[in-house]
């Protein structure tokens, strides 16, 4: 260890050092040249070395003990995939219809049945604790590692060290570090369990430090938090999270509705209301049921993450309960419907538009600047459609006599365009 951190400052040492100046007098020139000289560019390991020596150096300053943070941080290397993944932003995103036609295939339902069947009396305990749903966290479990399947095999304190010290995450990267730290301060994990993902989340349920720091538990009382090789630890940690999110037992997540003919898709806004509400502008149960009446007075949003021509959902609390856990809705909508699978239900009814070619980054950025342009203001060019550029797409469409959707495919943005 003390070997280590020699080497290590004497990296640093001689990344930082400059020679002295020289005496530089009229007759030698050629000293003057060599002193005016830039110093050598660090290279990527020396940044990486002092990045350490200085998130050293700030941990033990926050009262972390000193072999800790040494023994943690000084063997950290970069992870070259966290690195190149991380600057890159990824060209398409997969339509929902796609993620969730994956997220409940046949081979995911199946195996989580199994699932269902084998783990049956640990999920009655955590049922009884947290009153979550044994088939989303079947669902979550599924989804997030394959059942325990995939875990990654990435260490986990060289993947964030890498965010910290470089990048777009550097934020990101150190407060999950920090939570590594008390992590193994506390006892509860052992170093040699730390690996996961690329990106640094670990364990069945795939949980970065900070969550599993504060939301993990050890079920069995065994004095380890188990979340790579313990169902039980694992699935009881995820339910803990979704519990103290705010999950309400009994009610729904999501359920599958009808409109009329020329509904006004302006309320896909994200306002809320209550069912009975909904009902009152002709949104419908796609199965022609009627709502009971205690759903009446559940508040719920309405979403159309296809546009005017595929399906259509109300969204309730416990929707953005499991957006804290991946703020996705193609990700919600996908361990929803693979709860329901679980249990037998159809799945979604309405068709997807799935001959739609949807739009690339570059293309969602180019839009955005194209509205702006025009006079509908998306608020910022980022790529990214939010709240602020489904208004403007939809006051574009009202303008030219489409139904206004906030929906766009390569169609309409050619149009939108001008091509």
């Not at 970065?208 to 939301?215: A, L, V």
């Not at 599958?256 to 002709?282: A, C, I, M, Q």
């Not at 361990?335 to 239900?345: K, R, T, Y």
């Not at 203001?377 to 030219?400: H, L």
């Amino acid at each position: 260890m003390k070997l280590a951190l020699l080497l290590t400052s004497a990296l640093i040492l001689t990344a930082c050092a400059t020679p002295p100046l020289a005496q530089a007098t009229a007759t030698d020139v050629s000293s003057v040249a060599k002193v005016a000289q830039p110093a050598p560019e660090l290279t990527q390991e020396q940044r990486h070395a002092l990045w350490k020596r200085d998130f050293i150096a700030r941990a033990i300053a926050k009262g972390y003990a000193p072999d800790l943070v040494n023994g943690v941080i000084i063997p950290a290397k970069i992870n070259p995939l966290a690195l190149e993944r991380d600057a890159n932003q990824p060209e398409f995103t997969k339509p929902v219809w796609s993620y969730v036609d994956g997220a409940a295939s046949d081979a995911r339902i199946s195996d989580g049945r199994d699932k269902l069947i084998q783990t049956g009396r640990r999920f009655d305990d955590i049922e009884a604790r947290y009153r979550v749903p044994r088939e989303v966290l079947t669902a979550i479990w599924g989804l997030e590692s394959s059942y325990g399947r995939i875990l990654g095999t990435h260490d986990i304190v060289d993947s964030l060290s890498t965010f910290a010290f470089e990048g777009r995450r550097q934020k990101f990267g150190e407060q999950q570090l920090f939570a590594v730290l008390d992590l193994l301060a506390s006892g509860e994990v052992r170093r040699e369990q730390l690996t996961g993902a690329w990106a640094g989340a670990m364990g069945m349920t795939q949980f970065i430090p900070t969550t599993f720091r504060d939301y993990a538990v050890d079920f069995d009382g065994n004095g380890n938090k188990d979340l790579w090789t313990d169902p039980g630890d694992a699935l009881a940690s995820a339910a803990s999270y979704i519990a103290r999110s705010g999950w309400r037992e009994g009610e729904p997540v999501m359920e599958e509705v009808k409109l009329p003919d020329g509904f006004d898709y302006s309320v896909t806004d994200g306002s809320r209301k209550s069912v009975n509400d909904w009902t009152g502008l002709g949104v419908q149960p796609v199965s022609g049921q009627r709502w009971n009446l205690d759903e009446g007075f559940l508040e719920a949003k309405l979403i159309a993450p296809g546009g005017a021509r595929g399906p259509k959902f109300l969204t309730f609390k416990n929707f953005d309960v499991l957006k804290r856990y991946n703020n996705s809705t193609s990700y919600v909508m996908g361990i929803s419907v693979l709860a329901d699978a679980f249990a037998g239900a159809p799945g979604i009814q309405q068709d997807w538009p799935r001959g739609d070619e949807l739009l690339s980054f570059e293309d969602k950025k180019a839009m955005q600047q194209r509205l702006t342009d025009l006079g509908f203001d998306t608020q910022g060019v980022d790529g990214r459609i939010g709240p602020n550029s489904r208004k403007a797409i939809r006051a574009w469409q009202a303008a030219n006599g489409l139904t206004a959707d906030g929906y766009v495919e390569q169609r309409l943005f050619k149009r939108m365009m001008g091509l």
